[in-house]
T-cell receptor
Framework: DTAVSQTPKYLVTQMGNDKSIKCEQN?????MYWYKQDSKKFLKIMFS???????INETVPNRFSPKSPDKAHLNLHINSLELGDSAVYFC???????????????FGPGTRLLVL | KNEVEQSPQNLTAQEGEFITINCSYS?????LHWLQQHPGGGIVSLFM?????KKHGRLIATINIQEKHSSLHITASHPRDSAVYIC????????????WGAGTKLIIKP
């Protein structure tokens, strides 16, 4: 069984479109994350939810909106896609959200978004 | 200047060589993570360190808190070790956040 899964794996779309990426974890973790990995391979935290509550909300355009219907799911909706949104988006989860204190994060396989 | 610096950025070596990847950071930390990103893109956690040294198979990770430095070593390297190795630190004033390094791309040639 996949611990952290994301769909779709690849997403090619036109500028201006709205798209969603879904993430699910079956590890029973309380915290889920969205990261963006750009062409330079830096991982940048976008959002983190703990038990459906937003705990990290970095400087991200408000075209990006996370939604957590329950603690096992964290979806990312992107409005009015721009060329610069092209990147790989990773979902991750951890037990209590304490990665800074040493807790292990488990990553999904990534969603490769290409905006044309 | 990034708060977490990794060196080298790229490393190519022959199979069997001893590999060292370095991570230096400028903030006080609670923990340091080493992760591996496979060529296919998947990311897995290798180690979490707050002091000393950890070993898992052919991988060894060390940390020197006073010098704000960690190293990841691979003994008897193999082409399947080819990946990007990423260092991330948890600053002491935030249990929730990580500061990420840019990664070291390792290629092991047969």
């Amino acid at each position: 069984d996949t611990a952290v899964s994301q769909t779709p794996k690849y997403l090619v779309t036109q500028m201006g479109n709205d798209k969603s990426i879904k993430c699910e974890q079956n590890l029973g973790h309380d915290t889920m994350y969205w990261y963006k990995q750009d062409s330079k391979k830096f991982l940048k935290i976008m959002f983190s939810y703990n038990n459906k509550e937003l705990i990290i909300n970095e400087t991200v355009p408000n075209r990006f909106s996370p939604k957590s219907p329950d603690k096992a799911h964290l979806n990312l909706h992107i409005n009015s896609l721009e060329l610069g949104d092209s990147a790989v988006y990773f979902c991750a989860s951890s037990q209590d959200g304490l990665a800074g204190a040493g807790e292990t994060q488990y990553f999904g396989p990534g969603t490769r978004l290409l905006v044309l | 200047k990034n708060e977490v610096e990794q060196s080298p950025q790229n490393l190519t070596a022959q199979e069997g060589e001893f590999i060292t990847i370095n991570c230096s950071y400028s903030v006080g930390i609670s923990a340091l993570h080493w992760l591996q990103q496979h060529p296919g893109g998947g990311i897995v956690s290798l180690f979490m360190l707050s002091s000393g040294k950890k070993k898992h198979g052919r991988l060894i990770a060390t940390i020197n808190i006073q010098e704000k430095h960690s190293s990841l070593h691979i003994t008897a390297s193999h082409p399947r070790d080819s990946a990007v190795y990423i260092c991330a630190v948890g600053p002491w004033d935030s249990n929730y956040q990580l500061i990420w390094g840019a990664g070291t791309k390792l290629i092991i040639k047969p």
